[in-house]
Nanobody, 127 residues
Framework: QVQLVESGGGLVQAGGSLRLSCVASGRTFSSYAMGWFRQAPGKEREFVAYISCTGTSTSYADSGKGRFTISRDHAKNTVYLQMNSLKPEDTAVYYC????????????????????WGQGTQVTVSS
């Protein structure tokens, strides 16, 4: 089991930026695909971004394309989500997740494909 700890959330004004981090325990981080999801109050959890174990394959939800960038640093066992031009509708709890395969069979947007989840970090964007 991989333990995941997110950080970097907070309160930001619309148009601002945040960088979320997710640190993974264990020595197998480099073999896992990683994803970011979010859940707003009263809504279902939704896909945000995905990165393969090698970092060569990424995908994004339409809502974040051009604004969000997912990346990973194997030396630090960390996956990042850089979020720019934030909007009030980006307000949610953001979760990182680990898929114990290197590559997703889809585009990494299916929550059920992930094996381990973090506790989440709150992002609030004010208008």
């Amino acid at each position: 089991q991989v333990q995941l700890v997110e950080s970097g959330g907070g309160l930001v004004q619309a148009g601002g930026s945040l960088r979320l981090s997710c640190v993974a325990s264990g020595r197998t981080f480099s073999s896992y695909a990683m994803g970011w999801f979010r859940q707003a109050p009263g809504k279902e959890r939704e896909f945000v971004a995905y990165i393969s174990c090698t970092g060569t394959s990424t995908s994004y939800a339409d809502s974040g394309k051009g604004r969000f960038t997912i990346s990973r640093d194997h030396a630090k066992n960390t996956v990042y989500l850089q979020m720019n031009s934030l909007k009030p509708e980006d307000t949610a709890v953001y979760y990182c997740a680990a898929d114990r395969r290197c590559y997703s069979s889809s585009r990494g947007n299916i929550a059920g494909e992930y094996d381990d989840w973090g506790q989440g970090t709150q992002v609030t964007v004010s208008s």
